[in-house]
């Protein structure tokens, strides 16, 4: 979720009505022909629910077939249930949830606004509180979150859900900065990995886990990427700085193809930083993305009020379900 900063007010600035019907027709902008490797020019994008005040945080969970996200300022999750085409309440209210990640044994890990806190929900579903503090102090308000292979957690924390009601509990901040960390399950210890980020975001490791992209909401408007050695991040170099608007989510695929969320839909950038192509949503803005389904090759797209999807040619990255 994003501030109301001058980036941010560019961001949404509105868009014509003409435009975005455009958008309907004609989803795909191609900037380079790799993208023509990636998706199909006529593909179709397919809105599967609309209703929400601001989607947030997609995540697919192949045991069940379905699509998990947060709808922050209704305080709810919804449920997309792929085999019957339905949606549904999962949980209300949600403590304005935001990102959402399913973890290798399938449980919901979720970061959470109001309780400054990243929750699991367990087999039973239970919810369960990971962490909410650092060194005593109360988090902000977690945003978005992605999980290692050796079951840490990586989140922002940036003050979105603290600087207003509509999407948390409007409070000062106690850490007194938007910061990234680690969560270690086995120590039960949390950590800042990194300080420099003005509003960090949206976050994803490379297909190794060998570099760590942080998205970069504040007035840079950008996507870094860091080195990452022993669960330590180093060597920060700028990605890409996303225009119209600024990122928020993202995913790889694993061709190492970062797609990322703007004002204008879906960008896809290759691995050194190149626009290779677009996913035009008729929104105002968009939030965030996640692959999906049984081969992972269905993005399953957030815009300001409705959840999509769109079938691609590639598979994405980090998707425990698929050996």
Not at 86 to 101: I, K
Not at 194 to 218: M, Q, V, W
Not at 294 to 309: F, H, V
Request: charged share 25%; net charge neutral; glycine share 8%.
């Amino acid at each position: 979720m994003l501030a109301k900063s001058k980036i941010w007010e560019n961001h949404r600035n509105e868009t014509s009505y003409e435009v975005l019907e455009k958008r309907k027709i004609n989803p795909i902008e191609i900037h380079d022909d790799k993208f023509l490797q990636l998706i199909e020019p006529k593909s179709e994008l397919v809105n599967l629910w609309k209703g929400c005040e601001w989607a947030e945080g997609p995540v697919y969970f192949p045991e069940g077939n379905f699509v998990i996200w947060s709808d922050i300022p209704n305080n709810r999750m919804l449920r997309y249930e792929i085999n019957k085409q339905q949606t549904f309440v999962h949980r209300e209210p949600s403590n304005n949830s935001n990102g959402n990640y399913r973890n290798i044994d399938g449980n919901l890990v979720s970061c959470e606004h109001r309780t400054n806190r990243i929750t699991l929900t367990n087999s039973d579903n239970e919810i369960v509180e990971l962490t909410s503090k650092y060194a005593g102090k109360k988090l902000n308000s977690p945003n978005d979150l992605v999980i290692k292979n050796d079951g840490t957690i990586w989140f922002t924390d940036p003050p979105y859900g603290i600087i207003s009601e509509r999407e948390g509990n409007q409070r000062d901040s106690e850490i007194g900065g938007n910061y990234t960390y680690i969560y270690e399950p086995n120590s039960n210890k949390t950590s800042i990995v990194d300080k420099t980020c003005d509003r960090p975001n949206g976050l994803a490791f490379s297909h190794d886990e060998t570099k760590l992209y942080i998205a970069d909401s504040g007035k840079p408007g950008t996507i870094s990427v860091f080195d990452v050695n022993e669960n330590k991040l180093s060597n920060k170099k700028l990605f890409v700085k996303v225009r119209p608007g600024i990122p928020d989510g993202f995913r790889l695929d694993i061709n190492e193809n970062i797609w990322t969320s703007a004002k204008d839909g879906v960008h896809c950038y290759d691995s050194s930083g190149k626009l290779l192509g677009k996913i035009l949503i008729p929104e105002q803005a968009t939030a965030n993305l996640v692959f999906g389904d049984n081969e992972g090759k269905t993005l399953y797209i957030c815009g300001d009020t409705s959840l999509y999807k769109i079938r691609t040619k590639v598979q994405g990255s980090h998707l425990f379900w698929i050996k």
